[in-house]
Nanobody, 123 residues
Framework: QAQLVESGGGLVQAGGSLRLSCAVS????????LAWFRQAPDQEREFVAG????????YYEASVRGRFTISRDNARNTGYLQMNNLKPEDTAVYYC????????????????WGQGTQVIVSS
């Protein structure tokens, strides 16, 4: 089973940027789809962005489209989430997931999650 470690979160002012990383070990990362999710306090975990195993297809939740960019480096077994023009409503713990089911427009996660990385956006 894969192990995932998210990093790069922090406190940022509205309008700022952060780049999250997801280091994956113990799985077949280069042949797996990857996705980012987030969970705000007292809310369900929600999908943010997904990317195909080859990186050629990406898709986003509507509220982040145009602001966030998902990418991956298969040689480094690492995924990324570049977040620009951050808003207070982006405040959440962000998690990555690798190896779930990818339809090309939707991603169903498996049970392998990292510890998450906290993003706080102040107004």
């Amino acid at each position: 089973q894969a192990q995932l470690v998210e990093s790069g979160g922090g406190l940022v002012q509205a309008g700022g940027s952060l780049r999250l990383s997801c280091a994956v070990s113990g799985g077949a990362f280069s042949r797996q789809a990857l996705a980012w999710f987030r969970q705000a306090p007292d809310q369900e975990r929600e999908f943010v962005a997904g990317i195909s195993w080859h990186g050629g297809n990406t898709y986003y939740e509507a509220s982040v489209r145009g602001r966030f960019t998902i990418s991956r480096d298969n040689a480094r077994n690492t995924g990324y989430l570049q977040m620009n023009n951050l808003k207070p409503e982006d405040t959440a713990v962000y998690y990555c997931n690798a190896g779930g089911t990818d339809s090309g427009t939707k991603y169903w996660p498996n049970d392998s999650w990292g510890q998450g990385t906290q993003v706080i956006v102040s107004s």
